[in-house]
């Protein structure tokens, strides 16, 4: 809406930071309303909000004069491109500098193996200053602009994005919006017992409110950090920790934590990162009497970074790692007016969980009962699409898909944990359970994309059978989210077929947290079997390489909300169309141990049939029959059919 006043003060910005720049005005003019109002619904009461406002505003024209120029003319690139992270090119990697390379200046040396691969997207997993044996894989951060010591310096990271940019590859990095360590300065502030920076998290005398909230929070890491309050004995004070104890909730009610963060989101934007990804975005606002979870006001600040990074740093997309219940997920695109105007990419947890009940169970309908929720995403947003990630696996789909099945939801969960946990006698899985709740018995799984497929087991048992399954259901998982839409993020380890690294055993500051058995350490001599024929890691990276290039092949691949379920024929075959401008893949995934046939009527447009069809991925070329002819797959028997 215009809003004469704002204007003026715009004007007045732009002349005092000397902006000359007509689109970062014109995306000035047209966020700035909103800006103001989503600003003004959250610290409207705030004593200093005219004073904070003002603030946040010369934030946003700092962060644009802090952009390099290769930035502003890489951001005018990706504006041309139009939503340029839907592309069917895009394919990621998230990797542990460290435990992949060493440095952060390996790192070049090691780009010929990924972009072989065909990646062209790096998640660097936290880069950033936190404390040893307190830090949660760096999501304690201690200092936001520091890069931790052993990985390199601020100058490495950003000599290696440039070289990233010139390679044409794009750079993702985290945002750690909900806690600091207990180490960061602000905290170290705090229990030095001065108010201002006791303010910036949530503390209190007694156990009260702790209780209250208590109530009502589910608790994260039950076994490892029970509660969501520590106990901090220096200021004898109870502050909030959701996550581990040495990981301090911010206080967003105070705008002042708010722009100091958003001024990090933009120091990272000016690193020349693509896509931030803001780590546990649901749990960025509290309020006694809620689970503290997926709050409105979290939803509003999220767009109000998102407005402000669109004006200043606009060719930096965001990612909410929102892993929350399906419907949940679909708010961090945005609801209402603001659909895709929160997160432009959310982690597709849901899929990801369905795909791993399929394979446990060998019946896809569960995934099937999912996908009225998926299609929900607004076009302009997309998805990334993962089998595993750094995090453990939560069966996080809703109770009503499992009924709908046909099954008991309890019964049905406790079936999938003991089928990767290997408590199931024959379950070829091994995996652990991470982070059981004593009072709920809830709990997720642990255990890298291998082992859990069963490759570890097989390969202990020397069974070259069981080993060629379990890569079969290994592609099955991959190719699955290759093809169903968003970015695909894989995880470093799995293009070689990986298994569990139980070495983190032996270290005390990881010990405590079974996800770091499927966080390994890579060993280059073996990864060097990549390229030897019929080596299980060459097995799994050339099909890897294989999926990526068909994957590239075609823009109908491209996520422009173009994708439709196909129904139900047989509880093991999931499939779903690709289609675009008149051309249209056919996928079609068997989950089961058995053939299965599925009748070619999944071939019918409009009432017309085609002759024949090629299936890209085995190279055959299959004659289409009636509906009473079937076409067949192999057990974990992917086709995708053109
Ligand atoms: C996110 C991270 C996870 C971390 C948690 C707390 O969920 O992915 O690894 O433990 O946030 O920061």
Same mark, same amino acid.
């Given at each position: 809406?215009?809003?004469?006043?704002?204007?003026?003060?715009?004007?007045?910005?732009?002349?005092?930071?000397?902006?000359?720049?007509?689109?970062?005005?014109?995306?000035?003019?047209?966020?700035? @309303?909103?800006?103001?109002?989503?600003?003004?619904?959250?610290?409207?009461?705030?004593?200093? !909000?005219?004073?904070?406002?003002? &603030?946040?505003?010369?934030?946003?024209?700092?962060?644009?004069?802090?952009?390099?120029?290769?930035?502003?003319?890489?951001?005018?690139?990706?504006?041309?491109?139009?939503?340029?992270?839907?592309?069917?090119?895009?394919?990621?990697?998230?990797?542990?500098?460290?435990?992949?390379?060493?440095?952060?200046? @390996?790192?070049?040396?090691?780009?010929?193996?990924?972009?072989?691969?065909?990646?062209?997207?790096?998640?660097?997993?936290?880069?950033?200053?936190?404390?040893?044996?307190?830090?949660?894989?760096?999501?304690?951060?201690? @200092?936001?602009?520091?890069?931790?010591?052993?990985?390199?310096?601020?100058?490495?990271?950003?000599?290696?994005?440039?070289?990233?940019?010139?390679?044409?590859?794009?750079?993702?990095?985290?945002?750690?919006?909900?806690?600091?360590?207990?180490?960061?300065?602000?905290?170290?502030?705090?229990?030095?017992?001065?108010?201002?920076?006791?303010?910036?998290?949530?503390?209190?005398?007694?156990?009260?409110?702790?209780?209250?909230?208590?109530?009502?929070?589910?608790?994260?890491?039950?076994?490892?950090? #029970?509660?969501?309050?520590?106990?901090?004995?220096?200021?004898?004070?109870?502050?909030?920790?959701?996550?581990?104890?040495?990981?301090?909730?911010?206080?967003?009610?105070?705008?002042?934590?708010?722009?100091?963060?958003?001024?990090?989101?933009?120091?990272?934007? &000016?690193?020349?990162? @693509?896509?931030?990804?803001?780590?546990?975005?649901?749990?960025?606002?509290?309020?006694?009497?809620?689970? %503290?979870?997926?709050? #409105?006001?979290?939803?509003?600040?999220?767009?109000?970074?998102?407005? $402000?990074?669109?004006?200043?740093? #606009?060719?930096?997309?965001?990612?909410?790692?929102?892993?929350?219940?399906?419907?949940?997920?679909?708010?961090?695109?945005?609801?209402?007016?603001?659909?895709?105007?929160? $997160?432009?990419?959310?982690?597709?947890?849901?899929?990801?969980?369905?795909? /791993?009940?399929?394979?446990?169970?060998?019946?896809?309908?569960?995934?099937?009962?999912?996908?009225?929720?998926?299609?929900?995403?607004?076009?302009?947003?997309?998805?990334?699409?993962?089998?595993?990630?750094?995090?453990?696996?939560?069966?996080?789909?809703?109770?009503?898909?499992?009924?709908?099945?046909?099954?008991?939801?309890?019964?049905?969960?406790?079936?999938?944990?003991?089928?990767?946990?290997?408590?199931?006698?024959? !379950?070829?899985?091994?995996?652990?359970?991470?982070?059981?709740?004593?009072?709920?018995?809830?709990?997720?799984?642990?255990?890298?994309?291998?082992?859990?497929?069963?490759?570890?087991?097989?390969?202990?048992?020397?069974?070259?059978?069981?080993?060629?399954?379990?890569?079969?259901?290994?592609?099955?998982?991959?190719?699955?989210?290759?093809?169903?839409?968003?970015?695909?993020?894989?995880?470093?380890?799995?293009?070689?077929?990986?298994?569990?690294?139980?070495?983190?055993?032996?270290?005390?500051?990881?010990?405590?947290?079974?996800?770091?058995?499927?966080?390994?350490?890579?060993? /280059?001599?073996? &990864?060097?079997?990549?390229?030897?024929?019929?080596?299980?890691?060459?097995?799994?990276?050339?099909?890897?390489?294989?999926?990526?290039?068909?994957?590239? !092949?075609?823009?109908?691949?491209?996520?422009?909300?173009?994708?439709?379920?196909?129904?139900?024929? &047989?509880? !093991?075959?999931?499939?779903?169309?690709?289609?675009?401008?008149?051309?249209?893949?056919? %996928?079609?995934?068997?989950?089961?141990?058995?053939?299965?046939?599925?009748?070619?009527?999944?071939?019918?447009?409009?009432?017309?049939?085609?002759?024949?069809?090629?299936?890209?991925?085995?190279?055959?070329?299959?004659?289409?029959?009636?509906?009473?002819?079937?076409?067949?797959?192999?057990?974990?028997?992917?086709?995708?059919?053109?």
């Amino acid at each position: 809406m215009y809003n004469p006043a704002l204007q003026q003060k715009l004007h007045e910005l732009v002349k005092t930071h000397q902006i000359k720049d007509a689109k970062f005005v014109e995306r000035f003019t047209a966020n700035m @309303d909103d800006i103001h109002s989503h600003f003004h619904a959250i610290y409207g009461n705030h004593p200093q !909000s005219a004073k904070l406002f003002q &603030n946040l505003l010369n934030s946003i024209c700092q962060a644009f004069v802090d952009r390099s120029d290769d930035l502003k003319k890489r951001d005018a690139q990706k504006a041309k491109k139009g939503t340029w992270f839907l592309s069917q090119d895009l394919v990621g990697m998230s990797l542990y500098v460290d435990r992949f390379a060493g440095k952060i200046n @390996d790192l070049a040396d090691k780009l010929p193996y990924l972009q072989k691969l065909g990646v062209n997207f790096l998640h660097l997993m936290p880069l950033f200053k936190s404390p040893e044996g307190e830090s949660d894989g760096g999501y304690a951060v201690e @200092d936001f602009r520091v890069v931790e010591d052993r990985l390199g310096t601020i100058e490495d990271l950003r000599r290696f994005q440039s070289t990233l940019q010139k390679e044409d590859m794009y750079l993702m990095i985290d945002i750690v919006l909900n806690h600091t360590s207990h180490h960061h300065e602000w905290a170290k502030l705090a229990k030095s017992g001065i108010k201002e920076y006791q303010d910036y998290f949530y503390m209190y005398d007694n156990r009260l409110i702790p209780d209250q909230m208590e109530n009502t929070m589910p608790e994260i890491f039950p076994e490892s950090s #029970p509660g969501s309050f520590t106990y901090d004995e220096k200021l004898d004070k109870w502050v909030m920790t959701v996550f581990h104890h040495y990981q301090w909730d911010l206080n967003y009610t105070n705008p002042k934590v708010f722009i100091e963060m958003l001024g990090n989101v933009f120091y990272y934007a &000016n690193l020349g990162v @693509d896509v931030v990804r803001i780590d546990a975005p649901a749990f960025i606002w509290k309020q006694v009497g809620t689970t %503290c979870q997926n709050l #409105p006001e979290a939803h509003q600040l999220l767009q109000l970074i998102k407005m $402000c990074t669109e004006v200043a740093t #606009p060719g930096m997309a965001i990612l909410g790692e929102a892993i929350v219940a399906p419907a949940q997920i679909m708010e961090y695109f945005g609801t209402g007016r603001y659909a895709r105007h929160e $997160c432009d990419f959310a982690y597709n947890a849901t899929q990801m969980a369905v795909q /791993w009940d399929a394979l446990a169970t060998g019946d896809v309908r569960i995934m099937q009962n999912a996908q009225h929720e998926l299609m929900r995403k607004p076009l302009g947003a997309t998805w990334l699409t993962y089998t595993r990630c750094h995090d453990d696996i939560g069966l996080g789909y809703d109770d009503y898909m499992i009924d709908q099945a046909g099954f008991t939801p309890y019964d049905h969960r406790s079936y999938i944990k003991n089928y990767y946990s290997g408590v199931i006698e024959n !379950s070829p899985a091994k995996g652990a359970l991470f982070a059981v709740n004593p009072k709920t018995q809830d709990a997720r799984l642990s255990g890298s994309l291998a082992s859990l497929c069963g490759l570890e087991y097989a390969i202990d048992r020397k069974d070259n059978a069981a080993i060629q399954t379990s890569i079969d259901k290994i592609i099955l998982m991959q190719a699955m989210s290759m093809f169903v839409g968003g970015v695909p993020m894989l995880f470093y380890g799995d293009e070689a077929g990986y298994t569990n690294d139980y070495s983190y055993l032996e270290d005390p500051g990881k010990s405590y947290d079974n996800r770091w058995m499927h966080r390994p350490i890579i060993n /280059w001599e073996q &990864n060097k079997r990549v390229q030897k024929k019929g080596s299980v890691e060459n097995r799994v990276y050339s099909a890897l390489q294989k999926l990526i290039k068909l994957r590239r !092949s075609s823009d109908v691949l491209a996520d422009v909300k173009n994708i439709h379920w196909i129904p139900n024929q &047989n509880n !093991s075959i999931a499939g779903f169309t690709r289609f675009k401008d008149g051309e249209k893949f056919t %996928c079609l995934f068997n989950f089961s141990s058995k053939l299965q046939a599925i009748s070619w009527f999944v071939m019918d447009e409009n009432g017309q049939r085609p002759a024949e069809v090629k299936d890209l991925w085995s190279g055959e070329t299959l004659h289409v029959g009636m509906d009473h002819d079937h076409v067949m797959l192999a057990p974990y028997q992917f086709r995708i059919l053109f």
